[in-house]
């Protein structure tokens, strides 16, 4: 972000004066949604998996860099939305525990309990499996419907929805798709 004054002035214009209820930015630059630069690897460019493989690399890089960073303990009135369920952070966060003593032993919170300080869009392609298992590691009360738009359109909407309804149990589903999104912005039903 080169001008970080003015768009500090623009976020906080958009909010306050706006009444808009949140600012999207890309992993390069703090996180939300994968810009495609492929993890900055060639493992990823030189095969050609930068969106299938590339993007969640990115969405769990970016979220454990928060993680382990501190940010999410020196900032705890930011909300931040990770997409595409976190990539692969639903499936990490005891390893992640087991590694702190000789990766990051100065954290303040272990990554299993910080990651519950973020939120996870649903985005994972209609994978239930998936969504099951971000539910499972965060808590339902964690995850927001996502639509991953303008990238997908038409029918994917639908199924984006349908597969939160086959894959939740009702309550579950009713937080995921409206409750948690009301609450974490702060909109009254």
């Not at 999207?24 to 939300?32: E, F």
């Not at 990554?111 to 539910?135: F, K």
């Not at 579950?172 to 039903?189: Q, T």
Request: glycine share 8%; proline share 6%; hydrophobic share 45%.
């Amino acid at each position: 972000m080169p001008h970080i004054d003015a768009a500090i002035a623009e976020m906080s214009g958009a909010i306050d004066e706006l009444g808009k209820v949140g600012v999207t930015m890309n992993t390069s630059i703090l996180y939300l949604h994968p810009v495609g630069n492929r993890g900055r690897s060639p493992l990823v460019s030189e095969h050609r998996i930068t969106w299938m493989v590339g993007a969640p690399f990115e969405d769990t890089i970016a979220a454990m860099q928060l993680i382990t960073c501190g940010h999410l303990q020196r900032y705890p009135a930011v909300k931040i939305i990770c997409s595409h369920l976190g990539g692969a952070l639903p499936m990490i966060p005891l390893r992640a525990d087991h590694h702190v003593a000789w990766e990051t032993p100065d954290i303040p919170q272990l990554p299993s309990q910080a990651a519950h300080r973020l939120w996870y869009d649903t985005v994972s392609h209609c994978h239930g499996s998936a969504l099951r298992c971000a539910i499972d590691t965060f808590g339902f009360d964690r995850i927001l419907l996502g639509t991953d738009f303008p990238y997908e359109d038409g029918d994917t909407f639908v199924r984006a929805v349908a597969y939160i309804d086959e894959t939740a149990d009702p309550s579950e589903a009713h937080a995921v798709l409206e409750a948690n999104a009301m609450a974490l912005f702060g909109i009254r039903a």
